[in-house]
Structure formats: structure tokens, C-alpha cells
């Protein structure tokens, strides 16, 4: 596209006063205009007849977008406002076409007090989100539980108990697993692609996920002579457990009962710290086990420095898995452990809790600590019983030494003097 500009020259003093007469003319390409990177473009003036160049005309580049100088926490509202005006001006734009469909359009006519007519324009819509956001949150849930299970297959070799936890984690683990996956191919076999769940399917077992009575209610309200003004409410149903029929009772006792079995949250370092201590409790009880056997075999020897050597390795044993369980994690998880055993024992049947729970919490809290702390006196006297029981030994075998010692001198000064 080119265009053709003129040079005129405006009335002045001279021969040709009130007058206006043609300098000369030039042309350019607007496309070439606009792709330039140059502030300015010199163009060449001719006169009309095109021999003659008469001057130099200057072209400033078109400003298409101004740089953005608008400050971060500003560009959220900006965002908005661009979303407000496509959703108002731009019915069939992409964006709400993938946003919203199937939309209903009703329009009232109301008259005002002074006589004047109101128009109000209401748009209902439906969203595919309600269907396409509960897939993806139903395949985020079974990576999670996934992930969950297989970390917990990689911790190492366990007590019996805490074995036995970690086989109730992982199958209910599973369990959820499977149940995410059956709803989620339930949705994705849907024949046709809703868009709308109604009130009369809100006891379907496969559509647990989607929202109830989610739409888009819009509505425009326009005065004569004046711009109109929107108006925008979403509505969606309040979730419920429709599909069980509430066998398992209302809310509050879904909350307590959830409060009840789930454990104390840890952050992902407390995590990391936990499988540390998990792998030095489950690796260090055999070895103390074994120490143990082979100082009493060696009690038997009468063998002080192998004795003193087995005790110094049973002692080392015993200080690492006394620092691991002395740790404050593993306070704080019995702690919170035996605070949930006695919540549930202080809650009466509906879920609600008794009047005196929070005493009973705490102490419940104090007699554990209490009973933490009697635990170690028992295992540091244990452990002195066994110092003290080696060092009778060490102390026996030293006097046994001496007095085979002084018996052989003896017997070696009776021998000299007999044979003299």
C-alpha cells in the first residue's frame, strides 16, 4: 500500500497571498514505513511534473506499542481489565470460546421512574472447565500417591512395626490410586464432551470431582445515551457427599475424623532428616544385638583386652542409637502420636470433643515426656550395669594375674633355696 503525500505552501506575504500553491509531491510504502527500524525517513520532494527535486520531506516511523513501564503488582489488575473488555467486547474471540459455550442470551426492557427505557441484557454460559480441570486434578492425585508410594518402598529394612505401617501406607496408597483412576477413565469415556453438571446428577459416583450448577452468569445494563455496564456472577452448587448418600455423616465429622487419622505434617527437610534416622535405627539394633552376644561369649574367655575391646565397640553402638532416637524429631512424632491416640479416646461418638480434651491433651503431653525421659535413665543404667559388670571382670582377671604371679614366685624362690 502506498500513499501519495503533498507539500502546500501556506499563505504569506508574497505575490500569491491568499492563496495556497503545490511545492511538490512524494510517495512511499507504508509497509516499508512500518518495518523500518529508523526514527525518521527522508523522502525526496519533487515537483508535479516528477523532474525536479525541490526539497526533502522527513516521515516519522509509526509508534505502534509503547514500552510497558507499568510496575509489577500493577500488571495483575491491567490483565484484568484486558480480560474484562475481551469478555465484553469480544463474544466470539478464541479465548472465550475455549472459556465458555453453549450461552443462553435473554433480554429485558424496564422503564425507569422518569420514563426512560432500560435494557438489560443477560447472558448465561456454560464452562468446559468443569469437566477438563477435575482430569487434570485426578492425574496430579495419582502421581502424588505414586510418588508417595514409592518412597516409601526405598527406605531400607524396618522393625516388624514400622513394617507393617509401611504395608498399610502403600496399599492405601494404592487404594486411592485405583479409585482416581476409575473415576478418571469413567470421565474420559464420557461419549459425548460435557460441558454442565446438573442437580439431578449430583449422586453420580464418576462425577464426584465436577462442580455442581457451574456457570457464568453475565449481564449488561444499558441507560439511553450512556454506555452499558456489566455485571458478572459465577454460581456453582456447595460440595457435598452426595454420591455416599451421607452414610458417613456431615461435614464436621468428616473434619474430625480426618483430623484424627491424619499424621503431624513435616517439611521436606524434617523428611529428609526422618529417613536419615529411620535408616540408623533400623541398621544399629542388630549390631548392638550382635556386640552384646559377643561380649558374653568373650566374659567366658577371660580375656581382658578382648573384653575391653567388644564393651568399646558395644558403647559405640549403643551412644549412635541413643543420639538418633534422642533426636527432637522423634520426640516431637510421639509426642504428637500419643496426643492423637488420646484425642480419639476423648471424643464422643458424633465426633464431637469432650469438655475436658485440652486438659487431657496436655497431660497426656507431660506424662509422655515424662515417660520419654524414664525411658533413657532405664537405657544409660543398663548401660552402666554393663561397664560395671566388665570392669569386675577386667578387675578379677587382674587379680587372678597377680596372684599367679606372686605364686610363681614364690614357687621359684622356695625352688633356689632348696637347691642351694
Known amino acids: 500500500m502506498k500513499t501519495f503525500t503533498e507539500c502546500l505552501r501556506p499563505p504569506g506575504d508574497s505575490s500569491s497571498a491568499g492563496q495556497r500553491s503545490c511545492l511538490g509531491f512524494t510517495s512511499f510504502s507504508i509497509r516499508d514505513l512500518l518495518r523500518s527500524k529508523e526514527p525518521h525517513t527522508s523522502l525526496s520532494l519533487r515537483t508535479m511534473d516528477g523532474g525536479n527535486e525541490v526539497g526533502e520531506v522527513k516521515v516519522s516511523r509509526l509508534q505502534v ?19 474484562h473488555f475481551s469478555v465484553h467486547d469480544k463474544e466470539n474471540s478464541p479465548m472465550m470460546r475455549a472459556v465458555l459455550c453453549s450461552q443462553v442470551c435473554k433480554v429485558y426492557r424496564f422503564e425507569t421512574e ?53 504395608h498399610d501406607v502403600i496399599s492405601y496408597c494404592n487404594h486411592l490410586i485405583g479409585c482416581y483412576q476409575e473415576t478418571l477413565t469413567e470421565l474420559e469415556n464420557l461419549s459425548t464432551s460435557p460441558c454442565f453438571k446438573s442437580s439431578g446428577r449430583k449422586s453420580d459416583r464418576h462425577l464426584q470431582f465436577v462442580p455442581t450448577n457451574l456457570h457464568s452468569q453475565r449481564m449488561e445494563v444499558t441507560a439511553p445515551g450512556s454506555s452499558g455496564v456489566w455485571y458478572q456472577v459465577i454460581t456453582f452448587g456447595a460440595p457435598a457427599d452426595h454420591h455416599q448418600a451421607f452414610k458417613h455423616g456431615g461435614l464436621k465429622r468428616l473434619l474430625s475424623k480426618h483430623q484424627r487419622k491424619s499424621s ?26 550382635g556386640q552384646a552376644e559377643e561380649l558374653l561369649s568373650v566374659s567366658a574367655e577371660r580375656n581382658p583386652a578382648r573384653l575391653q575391646e567388644v564393651l568399646d565397640g558395644l558403647m559405640q553402638e549403643t551412644k549412635l542409637f541413643i543420639h538418633a532416637l534422642n533426636d527432637e524429631l522423634v520426640r516431637s512424632a510421639l509426642t504428637a502420636f500419643h496426643s492423637q491416640c488420646t484425642s480419639v479416646n476423648g471424643r464422643h461418638g458424633n465426633g464431637l470433643l469432650c469438655e475436658d ?18 525411658t533413657w535413665a532405664n537405657v544409660a543404667k543398663s548401660l552402666d550395669c554393663i561397664m560395671a559388670m566388665a570392669d569386675r571382670l577386667q578387675e578379677r582377671e587382674h587379680l587372678l594375674q597377680e596372684s599367679t604371679a606372686d605364686t610363681k614366685s614364690l614357687n621359684a624362690g622356695s625352688s633356689s633355696s632348696s637347691s642351694s
Open 264 to 289: 503431624v505434617s513435616y517439611s521436606l527437610e524434617e523428611s529428609c532428616r526422618a529417613r536419615e534416622l529411620l535408616v540408623s535405627v533400623a541398621q544399629l539394633p542388630p549390631l548392638i544385638f
Open 357 to 374: 480434651a485440652s486438659a487431657n491433651q496436655e497431660e497426656a503431653r507431660e506424662y509422655d515426656e515424662e515417660e520419654w525421659d524414664r
Open 114 to 166: 422518569d420514563q426512560r427505557r432500560l435494557l438489560v441484557r443477560e447472558q448465561m454460559s456454560e464452562t468446559p472447565l468443569s469437566f477438563s480441570l477435575p482430569k487434570q486434578l485426578l492425574s496430579a492425585l495419582i502421581q502424588e500417591h505414586a510418588s508417595r508410594v514409592q518412597q516409601v518402598k526405598e527406605l531400607s529394612d524396618l522393625s516388624p512395626h514400622w513394617d507393617s505401617l509401611r
Open 65 to 83: 506499542e509503547e514500552e510497558d513501564e507499568t510496575p509489577p503488582e500493577h500488571r495483575g489488575s491491567a490483565l484484568c481489565d484486558a480480560l
